[in-house]
């Protein structure tokens, strides 16, 4: 039964009700984060349409059962590294909030990996609240700063946590961001914006093997740098195959025939929350073409306001992971870690609106663009918007894993939790 236009998306066939967890799943993420105009299509897209959030009277819910108890004394405690980038050490941090629960241990504030790629010194407390963060979890878990001195020197038990999509908190402390960084008021002085989240990255074309509408000698610098680096276990990649399928994120020039398609004017405001863009303005500036007004941290901020962030990655992170998450629209180029906990944070506030492009589908239309058998105006713009009406985070339910899947296949299909967290978090009005 196909939906009625405008109703909320119906249950994917795969859906399933997770049960619940013992554990208040809704309250970790307190982790506070210190061209031309187709005018003939445009004037089909209300603003409501453009910027509006699309809760359907769905809300955040996040009280717990009357059977839920306050954590006793206990003389266990778990330490936790946490590694990877900063949209994994946070997922992987609320994931050991939830062990630490289950197994009435005391969490030590969880130490983040200075090691990896990122080659980052920052401590838990350079990017989160850690009072507040204490604070806010005590009805849940008992967390300390540091393990107590006469524990230093004993043996531990070491673990190796898979996160799992189906225990953890979502709850985000909103009061401490008004005390951030400026940049979100910024933006909003000059009215609504998209926040871009573009990977177009040398690392992330390098990593999926996507080559299209670069030069021969990009191409091959990317092969090198995929084939010199160990971790990344597949190494010949097709990328013809890769873009086809929908495994590349999309380019600067396909987001802004996108967006364009979408409805969005030329002067609307794009930040780009991103990397360093693989080729720099030589690529950047088809994007510019279509958007005027696309800016960046480093045109919003002063000198004197990004110094502190200097190599610091995980701190720029956040920084581009508060404008995300506040942004009046949030546009993804690729569906990577960051672009699902956001979209998952933004279900939370209000399913406030994220689109998410239909990357398989858009390649389709975009070769028919280049091969000339069809072109920009009301035709493209409406096969783009009917693709992508039920794609801007609407409410549904989280995607369960395929029927008969087991361990690491089950994981691999069922949606994370941090995506999309109905239903434990989120409840329809009059709803609980």
Known sequence: MANPRGAPPLPHPRLRRLPRS????????????????????????????????????????????????????????????????????????????????????????????????WQDTSTFKDIFDEAYFIKALERDVRIVSDLPASLQSAPRARKHFTSWSGASYYEE???????????????????????????????????????????????????????????????????TEQRSEGNCPLTPNEVGIFLRSMGYPESTWIYLAAGEIYGGDKYLSKLRSYFTNLVS????????????????????????????????????SHSGNMAKVVEGHRRFLGHRRTITPDRRGLVELFDLLERGDLIEGPKLSSLVTEMHKYRQGAPRKRYGSLPGSKGRARLRTEESFYENPLPECICLTGKH
């Open 297 to 332: 941290k480093e045109m919003l901020a002063t000198k004197e306001e990004l110094e502190k962030f200097k190599n610091h990655a995980s701190q720029v992170a956040a920084l581009d992971y508060i404008i995300a998450v506040e942004s009046d629209v949030f546009v993804p």
């Open 173 to 239: 402390l909103k009061e401490l961001w008004k005390n951030q960084k400026k940049l979100v008021e910024r933006l909003r002085s000059r009215g609504n914006f998209i926040a871009l989240h573009l990977r177009y990255e040398k690392d992330m074309l390098a990593f999926t093997g996507c080559a299209y509408g670069l030069s021969d000698s990009e191409a091959n610098e990317l092969r090198i740098l995929r084939e010199r680096t160990s971790h990344w276990r597949l190494k010949d990649i097709n990328s």
């Open 22 to 117: 013992p554990v208040s799943r809704c309250a970790c993420l307190l982790l506070a984060f210190t061209a031309l105009l187709l005018l003939s299509a445009l004037h089909q897209v209300s603003n409501e349409q453009l910027w509006a959030s699309n809760s359907y009277g769905y809300h955040a819910c996040i009280m717990p059962t009357s059977r839920y108890k306050v954590p006793g004394e206990s003389d266990r405690y778990m330490t936790v590294r946490s590694n990877g980038g900063l949209n994994q050490m946070r997922t992987g941090i609320c994931d050991m909030v939830a062990v630490a629960r289950l197994v009435n241990a005391t969490l030590v504030i969880p130490q983040l990996d200075k090691r990896s790629f």
